[in-house]
């Protein structure tokens, strides 16, 4: 059995309690070395095989599955594997041996963010949408998905694996209809000790990486300012079913 487990967004006592079990049970891990925290290992037990997948292609990770497929498997992703995991390929790969699997959720370095920044993404009459991509690089991404027609929608964006290309990013946010100004703020590690955040503008966003390459979320829109109207929910005169308007 290969479970799939979201390792969450670098401190170690961010992952989930059924992540941390499947760890403690597992017979091999295969973690995702180059972005899973290794503190994360000292709940494997005693004589677990552990592989560290930024060393391996996707076909020898396979191998190793096929290897042990009677065995209790743990694949470690980071943060949430549904987000840039390369996890459906794998599980293809999984359907074609035979071997069952299943996924354990994390939580995401895009919440990591949001909590390290003290800020909600969805705030009334400023943003109820929050757009997850990335810029296009050694990898494309179709053109409909471009930065510049994202941005087209104002909403709040948030930028993964694109630590490099925020020259890109700003220049393409403006001209699809940002304001220069919009508030702006890079989050590196997020949750890990070594946390950084940098706050600013799009227009000043190529200034602001100050040595930050990669490991980095990039997030965008006015959700990061101070003008926003309260929630209808909580006002006196909102009647739900458990209260009545005042």
Same mark, same amino acid.
């Given at each position: 059995?290969?479970?799939?487990?979201g390792a969450g967004p670098g401190a170690?006592?961010?992952?989930?309690?059924?992540?941390?079990?499947?760890?403690?049970?597992?017979?091999?891990?295969?973690?995702?070395?180059?972005?899973?925290?290794?503190?994360?290992?000292?709940?494997?037990?005693? +004589?677990?095989?552990?592989?560290?997948? &930024? *060393?391996? @292609? /996707?076909?020898? !990770?396979?191998?190793? %599955?096929?290897?042990? #497929?009677?065995?209790?498997?743990?694949?470690l992703h980071t943060g949430d594997p549904?987000?840039?995991?390369?996890?459906?390929?794998?599980?293809?790969?999984?359907?074609?041996?035979?071997?069952?699997?299943?996924?354990?959720?994390?939580?995401?370095?895009?919440? +990591?963010?949001?909590?390290?920044?003290? &800020? *909600?993404? @969805? /705030?009334?009459? !400023?943003?109820?949408? %929050?757009?997850?991509? #990335?810029?296009?690089?050694?990898?494309?991404?179709?053109?409909?998905?471009?930065?510049?027609?994202?941005?087209?929608?104002?909403?709040?964006?948030?930028?993964?694996?694109?630590?490099?290309?925020?020259?890109?990013?700003?220049?393409?946010?403006?001209?699809? +209809?940002?304001?220069?100004?919009?508030? &702006?703020?890079?989050?590196?590690?997020?949750?890990?000790?070594?946390?950084?955040?940098? #706050?600013?503008?799009?227009?000043?966003?190529?200034?602001?990486?100050?040595?930050?390459?990669?490991?980095?979320?990039?997030?965008?829109?006015?959700?990061?300012?101070?003008?926003?109207?309260?929630?209808?929910?909580?006002?006196?005169?909102?009647?739900?079913?458990?209260?009545?308007?005042?």
């Amino acid at each position: 059995m290969v479970h799939f487990v979201g390792a969450g967004p670098g401190a170690e006592d961010l992952i989930t309690v059924r992540g941390m079990k499947l760890l403690e049970t597992a017979d091999v891990i295969i973690y995702a070395g180059s972005l899973v925290n290794p503190g994360l290992l000292k709940y494997a037990k005693q +004589g677990c095989e552990i592989h560290n997948s &930024a *060393e391996m @292609t /996707l076909d020898e !990770v396979i191998e190793v %599955v096929a290897c042990h #497929r009677d065995k209790e498997i743990v694949r470690l992703h980071t943060g949430d594997p549904s987000l840039y995991g390369a996890i459906r390929e794998q599980m293809d790969r999984l359907i074609e041996l035979g071997v069952e699997y299943d996924v354990c959720p994390g939580v995401s370095s895009f919440f +990591g963010a949001a909590a390290a920044l003290r &800020a *909600e993404y @969805t /705030l009334p009459d !400023v943003s109820q949408t %929050v757009i997850i991509t #990335r810029a296009a690089g050694k990898t494309p991404v179709p053109e409909r998905e471009s930065v510049r027609s994202l941005a087209s929608h104002g909403a709040t964006m948030v930028f993964f694996l694109s630590a490099g290309l925020v020259d890109t990013i700003s220049r393409e946010l403006i001209a699809g +209809g940002y304001r220069p100004d919009t508030p &702006a703020a890079v989050v590196y590690k997020a949750t890990w000790p070594d946390e950084r955040i940098v #706050r600013g503008t799009i227009a000043t966003l190529p200034d602001m990486m100050d040595g930050i390459t990669k490991t980095a979320l990039v997030a965008v829109g006015d959700f990061l300012g101070n003008d926003y109207a309260l929630s209808r929910l909580y006002a006196p005169d909102f009647e739900t079913e458990y209260r009545k308007a005042k």
